[in-house]
Structure formats: C-alpha cells, structure tokens
C-alpha cells in the first residue's frame, strides 16, 4: 500500500482510541459518576470532543484523501475504507465551527427545558428553545448536504445511516402505514387473557438470569460487562463491551428483555471483524443494520414461541414455580398488541405507526411547511390518522421524545427500517435453517449468530448498505417479511 494510505490507517486509529475512550466516559457517566463530577466531566469530553474534530478536519487530513485516491496498490477493504474516511472527513469539514458550537449551545438549552415541559405537559415552554433547535437543523441540513451532494433532509439521514435517502425510506414507511392498521385492528381483537406473575422478583436474581441468557446467546463476560442505568443501552467498544439494563422487583419482563435487545447489540459490535478494528471499515454499518441486530434477537428470536419454551423453564427455574410462567401464558402477556400514545412502551405491530408520525412531521418541519407552533395539534391529527387515538396531554403526545429537542432529525426511520431488517434476516435464515425452531427452544441459537457473522457482522462497513442488504437476504429491503411475520404471529 502506498504510505498516504498508510498514514491515513495511523491517524484513524489514534481518532478510534479517542472515541472509545469518549464512550467509555460516557458509560461511566450513566453507570457510576458521582453527581458532583458532573460539570468536570462535560470539560473532559468537550476537550476529547474536540481533540477528534481537529484531527478529523485537519488540512493534512485532507491532503493525504487526495492523495491516497490516486494510489492503486489497494485491496477492496482498503478502497471501502478510504472511501468511509473520505465521507467522514467531508462531513465534519463541512460545517463551520460557529454552527458546531451554536447548535450544541442549542440542543443542550432545549434539553434542559424539555425535560421540564414533559414534566409539565408545556410545549409553550419549549417552544422558544425548539425552533432555534430546529432554524440551526435546518442550516446544518442544507450546508451538509451541498457538501455530499444530498437533498438536506437526506444529508441528516445519512449522517446516522450511510447511504440512506428519503426515496429509499419513503415508500417503505408509505406502504407500511397502508398495510399496518387492519393488521393491528385484527392484532387488537385477537388479544387473549393472561394472568401476571406474582412477584417480587429479587433483582440479584434476575440479574443472574440475565447473566446466564447473555451467557447462552454467545456475550463474552471475559470482553463485556453488564450493569445498571436509568436508560438501558449498549455501550463501549467493540473489545470492551458495556451493556446495562434497570431492575424493577415487581417487573421481571421489562428488565429481561431491554437485556436481550441490547445483547443482540453486544453481539454486533463482538462480532465485527478484528482485522479492522480502530478503522472506519471495521465499525457498524449504521443505525439501521444495528437496530436489526437487536431487534432480530428479541423480537425475531426471544419472542418466539420457540424461545419461550425455553424461557418458561428458566424463570421457574429462577423464581419458583408460577402459573403465570407457563408458555402460553408468556406468549399472551409478551404478544399483547394495544394501542398506545407512548412510542417506546408500543408493541411491534403498533410501534412502526410512531415512527411514521415523527417522519412525517419532522420532514415538514425542516422543510417549513409546518410551524413549530402547530406541533401539537398536527401530531394530534397524526395520531388519530394512524392509531385512532389521540393523546390527553402533550406529555403523552409531542414532548415524550428527546429526540428533536437533542437535534436528531432523521434518526427515526432507523428504528423501523431496522425491523424491517430483522424480519428479512429472519426469513433468509429460516430457508437456510429448516430445524431453527427445534434449536430455538432449546436455547441454542449458534447457528443463527454463526450465520449472522458471517452476512452481516464480519461484514463490517465494507459494502454499502444496499449491497449488504442484498448479500445478506436474496434482495433488497422490503416491506413484505414483516407484514408476513406480523399477521403469522398477531393473527392467525
């Protein structure tokens, strides 16, 4: 290889080092920081932070993608890796550090005032703090976008998911919000009765539980942690794993399976591949193919009624003998389908319909067709179009995400497509995987992660999105695998 790629390999790595020791500030700030380091912290990562930036930005940094271009001595790794370094370098140079400082001034106000509103039920309290968020969205948008040459609400697309466009996500998330009411009307109607298990759960022993699940899916303690947060979340690094999850004794499912989502994220990030650790290649492939990670092993996997089978046996095992835990019991309780005005606690048929609003909305937003100060009444009409409700309150309503307030715009198509995803990745392993079930309710899923490994996770961020999507399933992203895996399960 030529030594400006050479350079360009050593730079990126010292710009990994630094990340990962942001992440792992960040983990310890969620899990055990004292409240008093608080201020002292937000300065160690703003120098970090900053460090990166100049280091991505710098002119030398530049020089050395020009002429790298030009070397001809380089693998398709090396030539996938150039090519995410050169977007990376071309997005952060982009944005002038007047906008970087004023939004971040921005979205850290509006967060602060937020979570007041939401504990309010205010939005003329965040008003003020959200249209600035939003008139500098919209500035970074169109700014970033003329310097990768998308549209603007494409460039915020692409900034969590590479190479995702509004004309890739657009009639997908349409033809969603055509097929999902009857499927959720019919979802709704076919609800069966279950009875609740007793409780308490001691939380020592459902973290063991979680321990030995974690332990059976293939996470490796000997690179990974599991501990608790207000949030759960997967952190870390790819060699240094943090997962946690929060603990309620009256509550054992909600615990369990925030656990199991975050475990399919854990093996993701375990299973990139090691050659290109501390390169841009070897990180995840954006927000989407993450999400289908997690998503595919709770709701694809642990949701089965294979699964459950299996999971029946454990809590008795863990607990005590309960009625409740009886397999079709679980299924019941874990299958109910409802609709509700909270996007989080929504259930996987329902749960697609919130992304659509928040698509919907935040696409008029950025492009001016919608005030800020109609928020509430458009989300209003947004959710009695697709849910056929309408909440109470604006705490119910458009202030329980912090999404917008944090400046995330274009995020949350992610989570959708992610299931999307999932479902798709299901179906393909299910033709190569005919006994999958009978490996399932065993509690074995070795051949499912060595098959994940082996299309997406030790694919890295070498091929493209679309091209990973194809590589992996037979074809590309469509609507249909969830539809299908949606009435199979909710009802037939």
Not at 95 to 118: S, Y
Not at 274 to 297: C, D, M, N, T
Not at 426 to 446: K, N, V, W
Request: negative net charge; proline residues 6%.
């Amino acid at each position: 290889m030529g030594w400006r790629y050479a350079a360009l390999e050593e730079r990126f790595k010292r710009l990994s080092d630094l990340r990962d020791a942001i992440a792992i500030l960040h983990w310890d700030t969620a899990v055990c920081m004292p409240k008093g380091a608080s201020a002292a912290r937000g300065e160690q990562l703003a120098t970090l932070e900053r460090i990166a930036h100049d280091v991505l930005t710098a002119d030398e940094t530049g020089e050395l993608l020009a002429g790298a271009e030009a070397e001809n001595d380089l693998d398709p790794w090396q030539r996938a890796n150039l090519r995410e370094m050169g977007r990376r370098f071309r997005r952060a140079r982009a944005l002038e550090p007047r906008l970087v400082e004023a939004l971040a001034r921005a979205v850290n106000g509006c967060e602060m005032v937020w979570r007041e509103a939401r504990q309010r039920s205010d939005f003329a309290l965040l008003r003020p703090r959200l249209e600035e968020v939003v008139r500098l969205v919209q500035e970074v948008a169109r700014v970033t976008g003329a310097a990768l040459g998308l549209e603007p609400y494409d460039a915020l697309l692409d900034e969590h998911q590479p190479d995702l466009t509004d004309a890739l996500v657009a009639p997908l998330l349409d033809g969603l919000a055509a097929a999902l009411p009857p499927i959720l009307d019919a979802a709704v109607a076919n609800r069966r009765p279950a009875r609740l298990p007793a409780g308490p759960f001691p939380v020592e022993r459902q973290k063991a539980l979680a321990r030995r699940l974690m332990t059976r899916l293939g996470f490796d303690f000997g690179a990974g942690r599991l501990d608790e947060s207000a949030h759960p979340f997967c952190g870390g690094t790819p060699s240094d794993i943090r997962v946690t999850s929060r603990w309620r004794e009256d509550d054992v499912a909600s615990a369990l399976m925030a656990v199991l989502h975050e475990t399919g994220h854990a093996l993701y990030e375990a299973g990139l591949p090691r050659r290109w650790f501390g390169q841009p290649v070897g990180e995840a492939r954006g927000i989407v193919v993450h999400e289908s990670q997690s998503l595919f092993l709770e709701m694809q996997i642990c949701r089965s009624a294979a699964f459950v089978r299996f999971l029946a046996g454990e809590l008795n095992d863990t607990f005590g003998p309960d009625p409740a835990f009886a397999p079709d019991n679980l299924l019941a309780l874990w299958h109910r389908v409802d609709r509700g005005f909270i996007r989080v606690d929504a259930d996987e048929v329902s749960y697609p319909l919130h992304v659509i609003l928040r698509w919907r909305l935040e696409k008029a937003l950025l492009a001016g067709d919608l005030a800020v100060a109609d928020l509430p009444s458009a989300w209003n009409e947004g959710m009695q179009d697709l849910l056929g409700i309408v909440p109470p309150d604006d705490a119910r309503g458009c202030l329980q995400d912090i999404h917008w307030p944090a400046g995330a715009f274009g995020y949350f198509p992610c989570y959708t497509l992610g299931a999307l995803l999932a479902a798709q990745l299901h179906a393909a392993i299910r033709a190569d995987l005919p006994d999958l079930d009978a490996t399932i309710a065993r509690g074995e899923i070795d051949p499912v992660l060595k098959w994940l490994r082996s299309r997406v996770h030790e694919r890295g961020s070498q091929p493209r999105l679309a091209e990973l999507i194809v590589e992996a399933t037979g074809g590309p992203l469509v609507v249909e695998p969830m539809l299908d895996h949606l009435r199979e399960r909710y009802v037939t």
